[in-house]
């Protein structure tokens, strides 16, 4: 079972290179974006769009060109371990998403989806066996339009200030003070 261009064992080790470890959510992410892909054309330039922070942006950012750095890869947590690839411009996509209704047949990754036993009790090796044989077969898949918010490349604001307050430089369209000046405090 492939994931993309590469074999379960070859995903498993970028995921290990780049996360840490191969973790059980990225590995199903890799399945999630094989599918999405499965269902868009072949030509295109297709935004990410996450409906969780955890793991699942990872695998986005393995398996595409789409990342948080270039703008590509929006996440916005809804809880939902679902993920969409969608066209620039029109904000049409692909959406999948773990669906549980699926899991019954798999009773590892549904312990680890549902949270029903802690880590250190799961069995890692019978899991990653789970989810190679599972692949994408435990996902749903729909035809989505974005919001309207998301399609199209944002510009960066054009030209930079320095701060009265704080002496660091940020985008004028802020206002007359930076934002963490404002009050979006970040540290403690």
Known sequence: MNIRSHTFEGF?????VF??????????GGFMLDLAYQHLPREGLFDALCETSKCLPDAIQLLTPCTA???????????RYALALYEKSTGVGIRVHVDPAKLDAW???KG????????????YELFMEQIKEAG???CGVQTVRVADRFPGHKQ????????PQC?????????????????DVLYA
């Open 12 to 16: 498993a080790e970028r995921v290990r």
């Open 112 to 123: 680890w989806f549902f949270k029903l036993k802690p880590k250190k009790e799961q069995n």
């Open 69 to 79: 750095g270039n703008g590509w890869l929006k996440v916005v947590h809804t809880g």
């Open 136 to 138: 994408g077969g435990i």
């Open 156 to 163: 960066r604001p054009a030209g930079l200030t320095v701060c």
């Open 19 to 28: 996360h840490g470890f191969a973790a059980p959510g990225v590995m199903i």
């Open 107 to 109: 009773p590892e990754i």
């Open 167 to 183: 002496r660091e430089a940020y985008p004028v369209a802020d206002g007359r003070l930076c934002l963490a000046c404002q009050g």
